[in-house]
């Protein structure tokens, strides 16, 4: 009996690999960049944060693999959704989060980091970083602090928000 439930699983596991979900693996051209304060800056954002929060996502194996790629493929989406710096010029409303998000250790997420250790923030760049990020984005307004929970975690599925922008 084993052996048979072990045989469907990888009927299943082959047959969803067929799924199109996380298959596109483009990135769309790069329309603009912000204007960095300095290579630093760009390259510890690139490093940290360039996979979800950019058009220049670097695949990495398990990617091509479902159900991997449609999770992956998903926080992509959510990230560019949220900030884009290769399509910089459009409203960028999480942007001034960025700095705050670093600094409290809730971007990059762990996950992303246990799978990519190159996306991890030394201890020593961190404060370099996060001053980067807040000459380059502004930091965020007061108010948004005061309205808006931050929710940096990532969710397969997304979570619903009432009237007010709180989680359901």
């Not at 596109?24 to 940290?48: C, D, H, I, M, Q």
């Not at 409203?91 to 409290?104: I, R």
């Not at 980091?113 to 996306?119: E, K, P, W």
């Amino acid at each position: 009996m084993g052996l048979v439930a072990l045989g469907e699983a990888a009927v299943i596991f082959i047959g969803i690999q067929f799924i199109p979900y996380g298959r596109g693996y483009n990135n769309p051209p790069v329309k603009a960049e912000p204007k960095w304060n300095s290579s630093t800056t760009r390259e510890l954002f690139f490093r940290a944060c360039g996979d979800c929060h950019s058009n220049e996502v670097i695949w990495p194996w398990y990617g091509y693999i479902a159900p991997v790629s449609w999770y992956i493929q998903h926080n992509i989406d959510k990230g560019r959704a949220a900030l884009n710096v290769s399509e910089w010029g459009r409203a960028e409303e999480n942007s001034g989060d960025a700095a705050e998000t670093v600094q409290n250790g809730s971007m990059p997420p762990w996950a992303y980091t246990l799978l990519r250790s190159s996306a991890n923030v030394a201890a020593s760049e961190k404060e370099t970083f996060v001053q980067g990020l807040v000459a380059t984005f502004g930091e965020q307004k007061s108010d948004q602090k005061s309205k808006k929970k931050v929710d940096d975690s990532i969710h397969f599925f997304p979570v619903r928000k009432d009237d007010q922008g709180t989680d359901k």
